[in-house]
């Protein structure tokens, strides 16, 4: 893929679109869902090729969880934006200030919406926000990720069949041109992806005051009371651990065990592992991590976090050798009580590297969160209502899941989204709706105003009766 020409490319297409929309008016109801179906169609048609084609970018991932999370995780959100956006696009009637005045506020579409979407859940995370981006009304260029490049030259080849350019577009290319993309002067910029990455994209996206929604990653702590049970907490932490080899921006990124649980929990999650992966290294259901790079900055944790003193657990339940496979995976590791300072613990990790971090009174595991950037989720474990309060209370997340992992992000009615550095602004369901809306209040002034409007002079005189 030539760069330039892709970036010509894309500055033609934000012109073509937003001529388009000025051209065409506000997109109808009946004709966004006449959109929303063909991104519905395009998904289930191409279902088979799309999972194939994720399980080539990655070198190995089962074509099970791409029917399950990327398929139907999208067709379930713009089946449900499909569903409800003529309820959503209701005007809302509010009170005029004058009797026979009229006043509402109409949810209208931004214009042209730019996507920069990432390589984890590469047609999820490109086709969920898009069922808030088109229920809204809103046309949209998408940049999907140059890690994964045959799904993304997939996601271009559909989407261009099933749309005209001045409807929905697809760019591609790397670093350079998704550097130049967040330039544009879009209606509105949606970014997935790493929080250094963000910083960029909204510091390009500020020139043109062009509004960002931000959806980013971090650290998500899980906290684990000391009423849990461990093998409970340890087999639901490891089940979303293990899902993609943590490669998901939901991952438990690191764990907070009492510190008398410690050994009941390596063991525990070591035996949850090997139940659900008796072999790893050729086991196609186990995900590859993403690229040589990935693959390295995590091996460099974990060697940075051995020479730091952290005990290293590595959990290969058929002591398999990972060097000898073609493509690259890692086994799960726990990494217990690695230093503060060390990499694992400054940076997000996203893979199958577990820290493990021990605690006596809860409030220091708070105050561990509370000393670091406000994370995507926030996991407790444990069955005491006061001490569920008071984590909850004392933090600040872009979600929770309680006794599990993740799943408050799988609700279509929940609102999805970070918080502080881990993102702003959130899609799913209605959330996406608003998020890819302008609220306009519209007033229509009635006729009986004469006599006491307090515009006109002598200023004043009308309010007198109300200070
Ligand atoms: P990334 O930030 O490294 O890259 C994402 C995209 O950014 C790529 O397509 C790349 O082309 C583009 N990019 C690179 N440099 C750019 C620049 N200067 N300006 C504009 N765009 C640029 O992220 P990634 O590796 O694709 O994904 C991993 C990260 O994404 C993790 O931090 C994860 O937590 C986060 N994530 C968040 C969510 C969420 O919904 N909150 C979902 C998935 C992933």
Redesign the pocket.
Known sequence: MKTAPEIARMHALLQTQKQASLAHGILSADERIGWLNRLIAMLADNKDEIADTITRDFGSRTRELTLLADVLGSINELKFARDNLAKWMQPEAHAGMFPDAQARVEYVPLGVVGM??????PVN?TFAPLAGIVAAGNRCII?????TPATSALIARLIGAAFNESEIAVVL???D???E??TLAFDHLL????????R??MR?AAANLVPVT?????KSPVIVSQCASVEDAAARIMTIKTLNAG????APDYVFIPEHSLERFITAATTAVGNMFPTLANNPGYTAI?NER?HARLQSYLSDARERGARIVEINPANEDFTAQNVHRLPPTLVVQPPEDSRIMQE?I?GPLLPVLTYRHVGEAIDFVNKRDRP?ALYYFGQDPAEEHQVLSNTIS?GVTVNDCMTHAFSETMP???VGA??MGAYHGQAGFRTFSHARAIYRQGKAIEAEYALRPPYGEPMQQYL
């Not at 920069?116 to 859940?121: I, R, T």
């Not at 940049?143 to 890690?147: A, D, F, G, I, T």
């Not at 490669?247 to 939901?250: F, G, K, S």
């Open positions: 920069l979407s990432p390589w984890n859940f995370l940049k999907p990720s140059e890690l290319g790397g670093p041109v998704a550097a993309f967040s970014y997935t992806g790493s929080t250094s990455v963000g960029h994209v390009a931000l959806e980013l990653g971090g490669q998901i921006c939901l993403i990935h997000e996203f995507l872009g999805f989204g970070g881990s993102g």
